[in-house]
């Protein structure tokens, strides 16, 4: 193999209020001709900014030294023309979200025309013919119908076969894959990966695959460099890496899987909500007049019960109509059908009189960044529901929120931080802490976990039990992540396309499930880079304990 990328004792600090932060410190690694990479670790441990420093995007605060070679030339203080003519053409990045990667005002043509223009000079027809080759090699429908979409009317899969389209457009050498499948269903992110891996196998280009899901590195890497507070502290082939890791770092990363079942519920645990045929579709207006032409039908007849102690795990891929259901019982949408929430019927009920229910049925959300409010304090943020609901108990709000605080694992000192003061793990026990201080008895998790590292995943799965235990919460958990779900649920729904097509208890769904598409989720799961044995039934039980 030849050498593609040499990375030799890289070094990058940050200034920062007059203050020097080193983020990475004496990093070596390599990738070959056809060969995959993984940069591994936690959030804040170095890997996006090792990938960014390649080719020189780190903005004028980074001080940057060792050297960078891209096949023999040193890439470290470049000129700028040298970077340029680097930059998306020999060296492609792929980054975690493609929504936040593409520009929303510009159309999917328009958009890998741009890059066709600047380093191969493609233009006209010679250039649409190129964009309707790329688009149709990742794998999108249809693609000369797309080419005057623009990135909110495709799905997350799609967004990110057209990053990689955009990634692949000039044939690089390298491609940089930052987090490409953290944020997708475990059926996209299968077939994101054995994208991948087919395109580097026809293109012969390397890959540079930064991720903290080790169950994808296993499967798709070819050498491994793990990464801790800057630096590699262990590397080698991945094989030798899974079955024999020497650094305690990378020993504990390794362990970092939920673990085990919930305790059982009682049998006569009462119903804490109820549906009945719940149904949510949107109506599809066209014409000057809006006429109603059709319907998106986002819930078809869902009948689900959650009872107090007890944990439903909800599963399927985007627009399956997961999270269209939560806000459909917590009545944040309007729905058909009936709803039953603490023995009363409220689907019918005003918003008047929800008002006294609102405090028993509260929300945590995906991204722990995004659902806190910058300019509120930790305690403002936590104590928002008081404000609104009121509370029964008569002490000191500061009392109340050090209480919840310490419930979650976190430090009451603390609460007079911001939300960018704290790490993603600790935000998101924030988001827990601002819901579990009006004692709800019904918690809607959205997907809670999947922004999270690995480590950080076990440990707000084990105080999401240890709550719900201590309070005899009723949990709706929404996730992608099937091991987590396994780990939470004590059963499990499966939807498609708006039905459920799937449901029964946890261990009953996982060892034995009916349904093909529950199978393929499974599958999905177990093998995320495709190529499955012929003729070898899926054993999900045993991979996903």
Not at 280 to 304: E, M, S, Y
Not at 337 to 361: C, H, P, Q, Y
């Amino acid at each position: 193999m030849s050498r593609v990328l040499e990375v030799e004792k890289l070094s990058v600090a940050f200034r920062q209020d007059g203050r020097r932060i080193e983020a990475v410190r004496g990093v070596s690694f390599a990738v070959d001709k056809g060969e995959t990479v993984a940069l591994v670790g936690e959030s804040g441990s170095g890997k996006s900014v090792s990938a960014l420093s390649t080719v020189s995007l780190l903005g004028p605060s980074a001080e940057v030294s060792g050297s960078v070679r891209y096949k023999g030339e040193e890439m470290i203080g470049a000129p700028e023309a040298a970077l340029r003519r680097v930059r998306g053409n020999d060296l492609s990045f792929i980054f975690q979200e493609p929504m936040t990667s593409l520009n929303p005002l510009h159309t999917l043509e328009r958009q890998i025309r741009e890059s066709l223009a600047l380093h191969q000079g493609l233009v006209g027809d010679a250039a649409r013919v190129r964009i309707v080759e790329l688009l149709d090699r990742v794998g999108i429908r249809d693609p000369e119908s797309r080419l005057k979409d623009y990135p909110h009317q495709l799905s997350g899969g799609q967004r990110q076969r057209v990053m990689i389209a955009m990634a692949l457009a000039n044939k690089p050498d390298i491609l940089i894959a930052d987090e490409p499948t953290t944020a997708l269903d475990v059926t996209i992110q299968a077939q994101i990966l054995e994208l991948l891996a087919e395109l580097k196998a026809d293109e012969g280009m390397g890959l540079l695959f930064i991720t903290h899901d080790l169950g994808i590195v296993r499967r798709i890497a070819d050498r491994v460099c793990v990464m801790k507070d800057g630096e590699i502290v262990e590397s080698g082939p991945t094989a030798a890496i899974f079955s024999r890791p020497e650094h305690p770092y990378t020993r504990k990363l390794l362990a970092a899987e939920p673990e085990g079942m919930p305790d059982p519920v009682p049998e006569d645990a009462e119903e804490v909500v109820r549906t009945d045929r719940l149904k949510v579709w949107f109506p599809v207006q066209r014409g000057l007049l809006r006429r109603t032409v059709g319907h998106v039908k986002a819930v078809n007849d869902a009948t689900i019960t959650v009872r107090r102690g007890e944990t439903l795990g909800v599963v399927g891929e985007s627009g399956s109509g997961k999270t269209t259901l939560a806000m459909a019982m917590m009545r944040l949408i309007g729905s058909e059908g009936e709803i039953t929430f603490a023995g009363e019927d409220v689907n019918a009920w005003s918003v008047r009189k929800l008002r006294r229910l609102r405090r028993d049925m509260q929300i945590v959300f995906q991204d722990p960044f995004g659902s806190l409010s910058p300019r509120m304090s930790c305690e403002q943020i936590i104590a928002e529901g008081l404000g609104v609901h009121g509370t029964r108990d008569k002490r000191p709000q500061r009392e109340l929120v050090a209480e919840v605080m310490s419930d979650v694992g976190l430090d009451p000192a603390t609460m007079d931080r911001y939300p960018h003061e704290f790490s993603g793990g600790q935000r998101q026990r924030i988001a827990i802490a601002r819901a579990m201080i009006l004692r709800p008895k019904l918690l809607v998790l959205d997907e809670p976990t999947s922004a999270l590292d690995m480590t950080v995943q076990v440990q707000i799965v084990n105080l999401l039990r240890q709550l719900q235990e201590r309070y005899g919460l009723a949990y709706l958990f929404i996730s992608h992540d099937l091991r987590v779900v396994r780990a939470m649920s004590h059963r499990v729904v499966v939807m498609k396309d708006g039905d459920i097509v799937e449901h029964g208890p946890s261990e009953e769904i996982f060892e034995t499930p009916r349904h093909a598409y529950t199978r393929a989720l499974l599958e999905a799961a177990l093998n995320p880079t495709g190529g499955s044995v012929a003729g070898r039934a899926p054993a999900p039980a045993e991979a996903l304990r």
